[in-house]
């Protein structure tokens, strides 16, 4: 089992930034890869971005040059760096961790979300 817990939502002006955490702990590996969804109300959740244990990286196109994506693994974080935030922005945001087995489909463990919320 993974815990995630995601922090540093909250409320802001359009244009601002925020830095969004993903703090994991249980069976935690280097290999797991990382991904960060949002949801907004009265829409189905969506990729924002995603990161493979290699580095490789995956944008949704609303967000690429305004947000990126990193972690430590040392510290078991993930973060999301948000710039130039729009009101189309808000939403509940997701951090996901994807384990790869061999042999078998991929297990998917989610944290509780975090609030943001761009003001126009």
């Known amino acids: 089992q993974v815990q995630l817990v995601e922090s540093g939502g909250g409320l802001v002006q359009a244009g601002d930034s925020l830095r969004l955490s993903c703090a994991a702990s249980?069976?935690?590996?280097?290999?797991?890869?990382m991904g960060w969804f949002r949801q907004a109300p009265g829409r189905e959740r969506e990729l924002v971005v995603e990161?493979?244990?290699?580095?490789?990286?995956k944008y949704a196109d609303s967000v690429k040059g305004r947000f990126t994506i990193s972690r430590d693994n040392a510290k078991n974080t993930g973060y999301l760096q948000m710039n130039s935030l729009k009101p189309e922005d808000t939403a509940v945001y997701y951090c996901?961790?994807?384990?790869?087995?061999?042999?078998?489909?991929?297990?998917?463990?989610w944290g509780q979300g975090t609030q943001v919320t761009v003001a126009s």
């Open positions: 996901r961790c994807t384990k790869i087995q061999l042999g078998r489909p991929p297990l998917n463990y």
């Open positions: 249980g069976r935690t590996s280097s290999r797991d890869s």
């Open positions: 990161i493979t244990s290699g580095g490789v990286t």
